[in-house]
């Protein structure tokens, strides 16, 4: 009995010490048990919302909207002079250098004056000579006057004095026309500028020949650069607004190339009085005052003519206007930082900036870079705005830091 009875103590202790273990030891190493709702609770908390999408943008401004016409041009002097001589003769003297800048009435050439200088001088004494003839003949003619009543003189020979008188101030008279005759030889023999203006190559030099009437010979050749033309066409359906650009003498800016570019201003000047025909354009000339002597005749150049100038249009960067299937659009950019694309009338672009006749009005934000990234409904930040204050870009400490 005593046997049996410490069994079943023995087998009582061994079910106790396996209960233990379930209720105690168990629940320690084994995993939770999960349900559907568990999971779904996670993956919700994972989630999160979307982050905004960096943008830059720019607010819609009124500004004034000038119409422009583009043209390639050429540059023209505003006068040509070919210099020639009048007479024949020979260059003593060239007194210029090419190239050099002459004002008008400057001594540019003289030829050998001295056989017009001598005939001068026969002319003057013949005049002199002349004059002291006439003298003595008026002298004799107030003589027999005073002797006609006392027909001391016949009528005859009183005559004869009054006609010796004649003829003497007849003779007088052309030797002063011959006299301005050779003066003006004289003067021909001084070439002077006839315009101011930039001088050219030489044609003649000191002790060459020339000849007056050798008409396509140029000795030197002047081109007027101050002011100056620029001469393009453009379509003949411009005439009306060149008219108008005409009427109120509109600017223009002319753009030349170069390692340096530079623009000179100008104002339309001249509109051809006829259409060509062949290209149906016409001719139009702008002109500049060219101080500094930046166009050069001959010298291409492009010219942009402001026609018309339409004020107080709605403006934003050309790059927040982008094309889309219902036509140009633009990001706009709510109080809420939400953006909305919006259908926008495109007027004309100037100088990378938009002028818009429909869809924005001024104070509105819209987005100038980043709009690929952008849904309806978006949320975005400006990239000038995510920047704290006393921050350098990323981009930029890596580059200081020499990482890059």
């Known amino acids: 009995m005593k046997a049996g009875r410490g069994a079943l103590y023995v087998a009582g202790a061994a079910i106790g010490a396996g209960l ?3 209720l105690v030891v168990a629940p320690i190493g084994s995993p939770p048990a999960t349900t559907k709702s568990d999971v779904a609770a996670k993956k919700g908390d994972g989630k999160g919302r979307a982050p905004p999408a960096p943008v830059a943008a720019a607010t819609v401004m009124l500004a004034d909207m000038p119409i422009i016409l583009l043209a390639p041009g050429t540059v023209e002097p505003y006068a040509n002079v070919a210099v020639k001589t009048r007479v024949d003769g020979q260059i003593t003297d060239v007194l210029f250098r090419e190239g050099d800048l002459v004002n008008r009435g400057d001594l540019l050439f003289r030829l050998d004056d ?3 200088k001598s005939q001068i001088a026969q002319a003057e004494a013949g ?16 003589r027999r006057n005073a002797l006609i009543d006392k027909k001391i003189v016949t009528e005859a020979a009183l005559d004869q004095a009054r006609f010796a008188v004649e003829a003497l101030k007849a003779s007088i008279a052309s030797g002063k026309a011959l006299l301005d005759t050779q003066k003006t030889q004289l003067d021909y023999l001084t070439i002077r500028a006839p315009i101011t203006g930039r001088t050219g190559s030489l044609s003649a030099k000191v002790g060459a020949m020339v000849r007056g009437v050798d008409a396509a010979a140029a000795l030197v050749t002047i081109n007027q650069t101050k002011p100056i033309w620029v001469t393009f066409s453009v379509p003949q359906n411009e005439l009306g607004a060149l008219k108008g650009a005409l009427a109120t003498k509109a600017r223009a800016e002319i753009r030349v190339g170069g390692a340096k570019p530079t623009v000179v201003p100008g104002t339309i000047g001249f509109i051809d009085n006829q259409v060509d025909k062949q290209t149906g354009t016409i001719v139009v000339k702008v002109l500049a005052e060219n101080a500094d002597e930046v166009l050069w005749p001959g010298l291409a150049a492009e010219v942009a003519l402001i026609v018309e100038v339409k004020v107080d249009m709605p403006s934003v960067p050309a790059s927040a206007v982008l094309p889309a299937q219902q036509g140009m659009i633009a990001w706009v950019i709510g109080p809420d930082n939400k953006v909305t694309p919006r259908t926008v009338k495109v007027e004309r672009i100037v100088d990378q900036r938009a002028f818009l006749s429909e869809g924005l009005r001024a104070g509105e934000r819209v987005v100038t870079d980043g709009q690929i990234r952008l849904a309806p409904g978006a949320t975005v930040v400006i990239e000038e705005q995510r920047r704290a204050p006393g921050r350098t870009p990323a981009s930029e400490e890596r580059r200081m830091n020499g990482r890059g």
């Open 20 to 22: 233990a273990y379930l």
């Open 114 to 116: 001295r056989m017009v």
């Open 127 to 142: 005049i002199a000579r002349d004059q002291a003839t006439l003298r003595d003949a008026e002298a004799t003619l107030a």
